[in-house]
């Protein structure tokens, strides 16, 4: 009797897991934010940040942006799954283009007198965020950046008075002259 070897994964490694953004091409017509959400739900995945808009007026055509982290195989299953639903036109991972270029706003209200608000405008000026607002006892910032940047602003801002923060999500294109 022979025993036949049945490969069995290493419980040992684990693989890793990364952040992967994707651009997904759609037609505009209601529903189909639900059922991309629907998808990601259903099956576990997390959406750390979407953005919505339509990118072609005529032909109705939205860009959907998600940021999402997952194993390989979780990624090419996501992108599979993304690509089977019927008003879905293409989906690319800008993730595997290289550094695609990814932006957010914010606006962030802080609330303060006196130093803190000497303060709140100095660290606003180094980070180049715009008053887009102010009163005798606050301010609102806005701000766009990478999500680093705006994460460490919003950090900074909360010793000085920060009240709320109103965000984006990530904008993203892929660089070069290629277009998706």
Known sequence: MTLMSTHYPDPTRIEPVNRHTLAVIVDNEPGVLARIAGLFSGRGYNIESLTVTETEHESHISRITIVTTGTN?????????????????????????????????????????????????RLALAFGARTVDATLTSFIFELTGTTDEIERFIKLMTGVGLAEVSRTGIAAIARGAEAI
Not at 74 to 101: C, F, M, N, W
């Open 73 to 121: 195989a979780v990624i090419e299953q996501i992108k599979s799954q993304l690509e089977r639903l019927i008003p879905v036109h293409r989906v690319v991972d800008l993730t595997q283009y290289g550094d695609a270029v990814e932006r957010e706003l914010c606006l962030v209200k802080v609330v303060g007198k006196g130093d803190h608000r000497v303060e709140a405008m």
